[in-house]
């Protein structure tokens, strides 16, 4: 017989518990807030009853199979006391999985807002679900991917009195202690990953100090890698006093396609980085850094490391020129720059062209004016159809290069239309 279906049949009573399920269930405006995300509705109002006092009270039929996909809602809107009773009415043996992914979802949200209390109830569920001798899945608790643990979200999220209680009582947990190297390492990666400076620090600090035993150099690499592409130079520089495994050289383009001038120069002041590096490495990650529009690192490369047109992307990254990644930064002072430190760094008409596309007109004005690839055939007819008409009125204005295939109007503006079709000998209409 397949329970999944199965329904439970609940009426309320006074207990706290109900009362706020019945609060929920019954104001159309938390009902609509809390479930507007999912289709169905984790419970459903079958009729008004009468007690033996007369007064009406709400029964409702309770679906498991629904409650996991719902779940997550209640946990996200913070009603804990709801998702505990919820647990707490024992499923058939069927229903066992349907309880293991409810618990998974609420450990991931209680980790996230730091719920003790919640981490504590459904770890201790899980430890119930072992000693009935049923399958535990614990890669779907505390999978090998760290976005899929809970402990790295706490960690992100800075909650250090809930990531510490979890750890520090891993003994009593069945699920954490079968893994403890491995939830110290995620979490590990998870503060070193933090933007909140002063629970960071606590979270490494407390994280290292439990896992000098064991995280290996990997653990170590791997967290320094997280610090590194966050900018966290305090983390890092905490990782590399706990362990002189870690090559700080090997986060350099970590930092620099990231933007994280102050990281670099901490890795540049410990392990010095030469010029062979930029000129003969591959990835160092400038491209990234000048698409990203990260001015002051280029610069700083440039001055004190190694001038960008000898970088390695003249002898590795052949179509990757660095006045095309400027143009994608849509900085104009990004742009000036290359042109500046590597003016033959550019790919040529279709330089113009991406920038015209990306409706950046200062830009297509400093080329326009600067250089002289120009840009590529039937550019004029791409932009306005785009919709950027400043710079299809410019390139029109000052450029000869053919217009484009115009069939029609193609849903342009009357005067961008009216414009394209004037005295312009080498347009085609047909």
């Not at 000898?310 to 020129?321: A, I, N, Q, V």
Request: charged content about 20%.
């Amino acid at each position: 017989m397949d329970t999944t279906n199965t329904t439970t049949t609940i009426t309320t009573t006074n207990t706290t518990n109900k009362q706020l399920f019945s609060l929920i269930i019954g104001s159309i405006t938390l009902r609509r807030m809390i479930f507007s995300q999912v289709k169905e509705i984790t419970t459903i109002i079958v009729k008004p009853m009468m007690d033996l006092d007369q007064r009406p009270r709400s029964v409702f039929v309770f679906k498991w199979k629904k409650l996991k996909t719902n779940i997550e809602l209640l946990c996200k809107y913070g009603y804990y006391d709801l998702v505990k009773w919820a647990i707490e009415i024992k499923p058939g043996y069927s229903m066992w999985t349907d309880l293991q992914n409810c618990l998974r979802k609420v450990i991931h949200q209680a980790s996230m807002v730091g719920n003790i209390d919640m981490l504590e109830f459904c770890l201790t569920q899980v430890n119930k679900m072992s000693q009935a001798s049923r399958f535990i899945d614990e890669a779907s608790f505390f999978g090998q991917n760290p976005i899929s643990t809970p402990l790295y979200f706490a960690a992100v999220k800075g909650q250090f009195k809930a990531l510490k209680h979890v750890l520090d009582n891993h003994s009593r947990f069945y699920i954490v202690n079968g893994q403890y190297q491995f939830c110290i390492a995620q979490a590990l990666i998870g503060a070193c990953s933090s933007k909140l400076a002063a629970e960071r620090i606590q979270m490494v600090l407390y994280l290292l100090d439990i896992g000098k035993d064991q995280l290996d150099a990997y653990n170590y690499t791997t967290s320094a890698n997280a610090a590194a592409s966050m900018g966290n130079v305090d983390a890092l520089i905490l990782l590399k006093n706990a362990s002189s495994q870690i090559e700080l050289k090997s986060l350099v383009g970590n930092a620099i396609r990231n933007g994280h001038l102050e990281t670099l120069k901490y890795i540049h002041s410990v392990e010095p980085v030469s010029k062979e590096y930029f000129s003969s490495s591959f990835g160092t990650g400038i491209s990234d850094a000048i698409r990203g529009g990260h001015y002051e690192m280029v610069t700083y490369i440039n001055d004190h490391l190694c001038p960008i047109k000898d970088t390695e992307h003249k002898r590795w990254h052949l179509t990757d020129h660095f006045l095309d990644c400027a143009i994608h930064s849509h900085s104009l002072a990004m742009v000036e720059l290359i042109h500046k430190l590597d003016p033959q760094s550019c790919s040529g008409r279709a330089t113009m062209t991406n920038a015209a596309l990306n409706g950046d007109l200062h830009i297509v004005e400093f080329l326009h004016k600067n250089r002289t690839e120009g840009c590529l055939d039937g550019t004029v007819l791409d932009v306005a159809l785009a919709g950027h008409y400043n710079i299809a009125k410019f390139l029109y204005s000052n450029r000869t290069e053919p217009i484009g295939d115009l069939k029609g109007d193609m849903g342009l503006p009357p005067n961008i239309y009216s414009m394209l079709i004037k005295n312009r000998s080498d347009l085609i209409i047909q």
